[in-house]
């Protein structure tokens, strides 16, 4: 197998070519892909890769079938029937792209260019189709501006008070760990390489707790379980950090030279004891003691902090206080200690040469992607016209039915670009058909790991389907912006982001060394010993920047935000067969996760009369969605977890997001996903349906 070769792979009928996992997932791995007759036909891990061994996860060694998927989008489209019927004709890329520009310069002429919104995530997380020329296009043509919300943001900024930005342990170095704190992740199905790490560190004699509302897969796998109430991890916190304090625990040496805030803490944190802290987070007050003493006395103890803690109303700061523990041990100085939130810092490419910003003349307004049914709904001026990508927000986005009704409005111009025709494309007066991943040249880094990769196209585009890079290059010539960034390659782009002055992580790699190793390890240091990117320099564990914006400057446990009077906190997660609601519209990904659960206590299920297998009614005032039971010790009391973002049922009543608010977090302008409330009841069983 060799990446230097005399025609480009996708002439080549046959062959091995080692690729890139382009889904939004932190494992990021490599790939082998394998052609035949010009077709792939099997997708198999990389063993060269030096984290994910060759070790794939089920959703993408069945990824063929999503490529090949008779579903997929051929040619562009235009709608003929009612928004979200679905009915489409097919048109050619000529009349799509002379539409669009059409309709564009007539909405820039009435009402101004903030008249047309970008809407998009991370679908495929290639850097040049996902931040790239979409963000020079939008930029040029003065757009609205989205604030890219919906996954990780609460938390990275809670995470940036304390560590001063996106820099954690290399996981490569946690097999070293003796203490592993799963928290708020379900890594067994979310990150599975930092599972085989811990793996093989368990088999050197290290414990791994899971902290979780839900014994899901990794806890399960875990040594310990801890259930915790959602939404009160940062209680949970703080009374571990009265132990290590009360008990002689701390790490005083360090506590000294490395964090601002300590004596504040250790006052502060006095009234978080074990029985206070109970009351709160369900967790009994021995236990509390328990991982306290387990956390404050085994070295190294490494924290993996996942996206449960902070998909909350008080997620920044539950990540932020999460954040605070390994300073009060200071398990940071201890090879395999410390904790992961993201990586994203070690890898920091070069986003102002890739994005552009210099090509906007104008300072736009903002719109937060967690409140897009508001803004299609409310703003004024209006959003007249929105351009999707790379998501499916009316799946993905928090209160979806609100999202939808802002998607019917009979005057906007909906543009989605996407490989399937997706329950956002149904709403669209304009499909484009995309490539995948295969068919694209684009860069990659993990959120995780510390290796970049370039991934260059392994079969021709599907049909008539186009990257985004190329879709924008042609939407700018239609616009007529004659800009010399429109007119850059994919290759000039890479360089473009590889060349990262500020960055000595990228000293030394270049777009033609990628192209002879598949794999390159950026030169990240670990974030201590040294100096962080917080405003003292130090770990934070009093913040003047958080006290400056009206938050509590020491870590706080903050309730959830009041959501009315139902039962249950709704806790609707991914699962392990999709990749948010990626997969759950292809057969055999969805017959993989048999169907749309709904787990509840066996307490609470005995007095509703629901049994294992029934089917449940699920509401709230924002909407109501159908799932099945599954009943069991699961979950603690009062608490209703679903795992997956389905596609719509033949009736439309799977799709959970019909129930979540759209509130935004303490930081970061986050989802709250997992802070709305909800109802519960057997469907036959003459039903409720107050509050909706
Ligand atoms: N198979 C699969 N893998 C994925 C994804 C997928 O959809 N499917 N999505 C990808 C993406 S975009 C992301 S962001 C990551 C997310 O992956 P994770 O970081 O694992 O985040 P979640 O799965 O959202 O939530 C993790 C756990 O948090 C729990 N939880 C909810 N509320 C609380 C709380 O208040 N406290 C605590 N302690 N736990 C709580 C949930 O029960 C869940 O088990 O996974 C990525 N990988
Ligand atoms: N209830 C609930 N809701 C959630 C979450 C949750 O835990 N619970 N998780 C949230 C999180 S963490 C995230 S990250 C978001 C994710 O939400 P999204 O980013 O919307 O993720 P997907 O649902 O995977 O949709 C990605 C879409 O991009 C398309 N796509 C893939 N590659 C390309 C490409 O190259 N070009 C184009 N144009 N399109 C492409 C795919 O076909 C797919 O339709 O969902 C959020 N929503
Ligand atoms: S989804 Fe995650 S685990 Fe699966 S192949 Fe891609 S990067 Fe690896
Ligand atoms: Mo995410």
Known sequence: MQRRVSLPWTEQPDGVFPSVCSLDCPDQCGLLVHKKDGRIVKIEGDPSHPVTLGAICNKVRHLTERIYDPKRLAYPLKRTGPKGEGKFERIGWDEALKTIAGRWKELIAESGPEAILPYSFYGNMGRIGTEGMDRRFFHRLGSSELERTICESA???????????????????????????MWGINAV?????????AEKARKNGATVVAIDVHRNRTARWADWFVPIRPGTDAALALGMMH???AEGLANEAFLREYTVGHEELREHVRQYDPLAVSAITGVPPEDIVRLARLYGGTKPAFIRIG????????????????????????SWLDLGGGAIKGNGGHVAHNDKALTRPDLRRTKPRSVNMNRIGSALLELDPPIRSLYVYNSNPAIVAPDTNKVREGLRREDLFTVVHDLFLTETAAYADIVLPATSSLENTDFYHSYWHHYVQIQEPVIAPYGES???????RLLAEAMGFEDEAFRDTED?????????????????????????????????????????????????????AMERKGLPPLPTFVPLADDGELPFLFIPG?????????????AKHAQMEKSPKLVLNELDAAELGIADGDAVRVWNARGECELTASVGRDVL??????????????????????????????????AAFFSGRVGVAKIGAGSRRDGA
């Open 492 to 544: 000039d782009l890479i360089r473009q982001a590889l060349n990262a002055p500020f960055n000595p992580a990228y000293d030394g790699i270049t777009l033609e060394l990628l192209r002879e190793k598949p794999f390159v390890k950026v030169k990240a240091k670990p974030p201590l010993p040294g100096k962080l990117r917080t405003p003292s320099g130090k770990i934070e564990l009093y913040s003047k």
């Open 574 to 586: 991914p699962n392990h067969n999709f990749l948010n609601s990626t997969f759950s519209n292809n």
């Open 155 to 181: 938390g990275t900024e809670g995470y940036r008070h304390t560590m001063g930005g996106s820099y954690g342990t290399d996981p490569e170095d946690t097999v070293h760990a003796k203490l592993i704190v």
């Open 637 to 670: 009391r009062g608490v209703a977890v679903s795992l997956g973002l389905w596609a719509d049922g033949p009736d439309g009543k799977r799709a959970v997001n019909a129930l979540t608010p759209d509130r935004l977090a303490d930081m970061g302008g986050g």
């Open 243 to 245: 132990v290590l304090f």
């Open 466 to 472: 186009k990257s985004n890079v190329e879709t924008f």
């Open 307 to 330: 996206n449960g803690p902070q998909h909350h109303d008080n997620g920044g700061m539950c990540v932020r206080t999460i954040a605070c523990l390994p300073a009060v041990t200071g």
């Open 189 to 197: 199905s979310t990150n599975m390489h930092q599972v085989t790490i």
